[in-house]
T-cell receptor, first 115, second 111 residues
Framework: NAGVTQTPKFQVLKTGQSMTLQCAQD?????MYWYRQDPGMGLRLIYY???????DKGEVPNGYNVSRLNKREFSLRLESAAPSQTSVYFC??????????????FGQGTRLTVV | KQEVTQIPAALSVPEGENLVLNCSFT??????LQWFRQDPGKGLTSLLL?????REQTSGRLNASLDKSSGRSTLYIAASQPGDSATYLC??????????FGKGTKLTVNP
């Protein structure tokens, strides 16, 4: 029972490089989220997807793009990494409110350093 | 815009104490509230989910209450243990379906 799986766990990028963070869930959840966590700032929502084919900006979307490839997968792309994007990134998923299945589950995080 | 405040920011207690963590939120139009635990360097682990129609939920030594109208939730930990040391986060979820987090309460339980 994998839950929410993120890859990679660690990454070091040079300024200007691009990369994609991958996230997959096996709980048949509709909603998926990308957050970043920084010391003193808490968890901030980057992007959100309520269902396959839909995405919505969160609190801090600048510098990021997302793709909801299918119901299972939600990827986060950094087109041109900046040192300000050094952070720990978490993917999460939650179920369908209509069937009271809204508990959210998180991946183990990706620790990204941009130098 | 939903804003979530958790008090205290940090708490240090001796083993065996009962304790209460507080969470307040500004927009009471939520349909659930979830409490999480985060260990250093790890992801978030779901502890309890309270639907808006419920007043409380219990799991083992944990009890969470929700007063939606006043914008408050509390997490009660009974007979605390060193293994309870972690950061505790609350997250109300509203009509936008987005989880909004507080900055958490860092709990240290001393043997």
């Amino acid at each position: 029972n994998a839950g929410v799986t993120q890859t990679p766990k660690f990454q070091v990028l040079k300024t200007g490089q691009s990369m994609t963070l991958q996230c997959a869930q096996d709980m048949n959840h509709n909603s998926m989220y990308w957050y970043r966590q920084d010391p003193g700032m808490g968890l901030r929502l980057i992007y959100y997807s309520a269902s396959e084919g839909t995405t919505d900006k969160g609190e801090v979307p600048n510098g990021y793009n997302v793709s909801r490839l299918n119901k299972r997968e939600f990827s986060l792309r950094l087109e041109s990494a900046a040192p300000s994007q050094t952070s720990v990134y978490f993917c999460a998923s939650s179920g369908d409110r209509s069937i009271m299945n809204t508990e959210a589950f998180f991946g183990q995080g990706t620790r990204l350093t941009v130098v | 815009k939903q804003e979530v405040t958790q008090i205290p920011a940090a708490l240090s207690v001796p083993e065996g104490e009962n304790l209460v963590l507080n969470c307040s939120f500004t927009d009471s139009a939520i349909y659930n509230l979830q409490w999480f635990r985060q260990d250093p360097g790890k992801g978030l682990t779901s502890l309890l989910l309270i639907q808006s129609s419920q007043r409380e939920q219990t799991s083992g030594r944990l009890n969470a209450s929700l007063d939606k109208s006043s914008g408050r939730s509390t997490l009660y930990i009974a007979a605390s243990q060193p293994g309870d040391s972690a950061t505790y986060l609350c997250a109300p979820q509203g009509g936008s379906e987005k989880l909004v987090f507080g900055k958490g309460t860092k709990l240290t339980v001393n043997p």
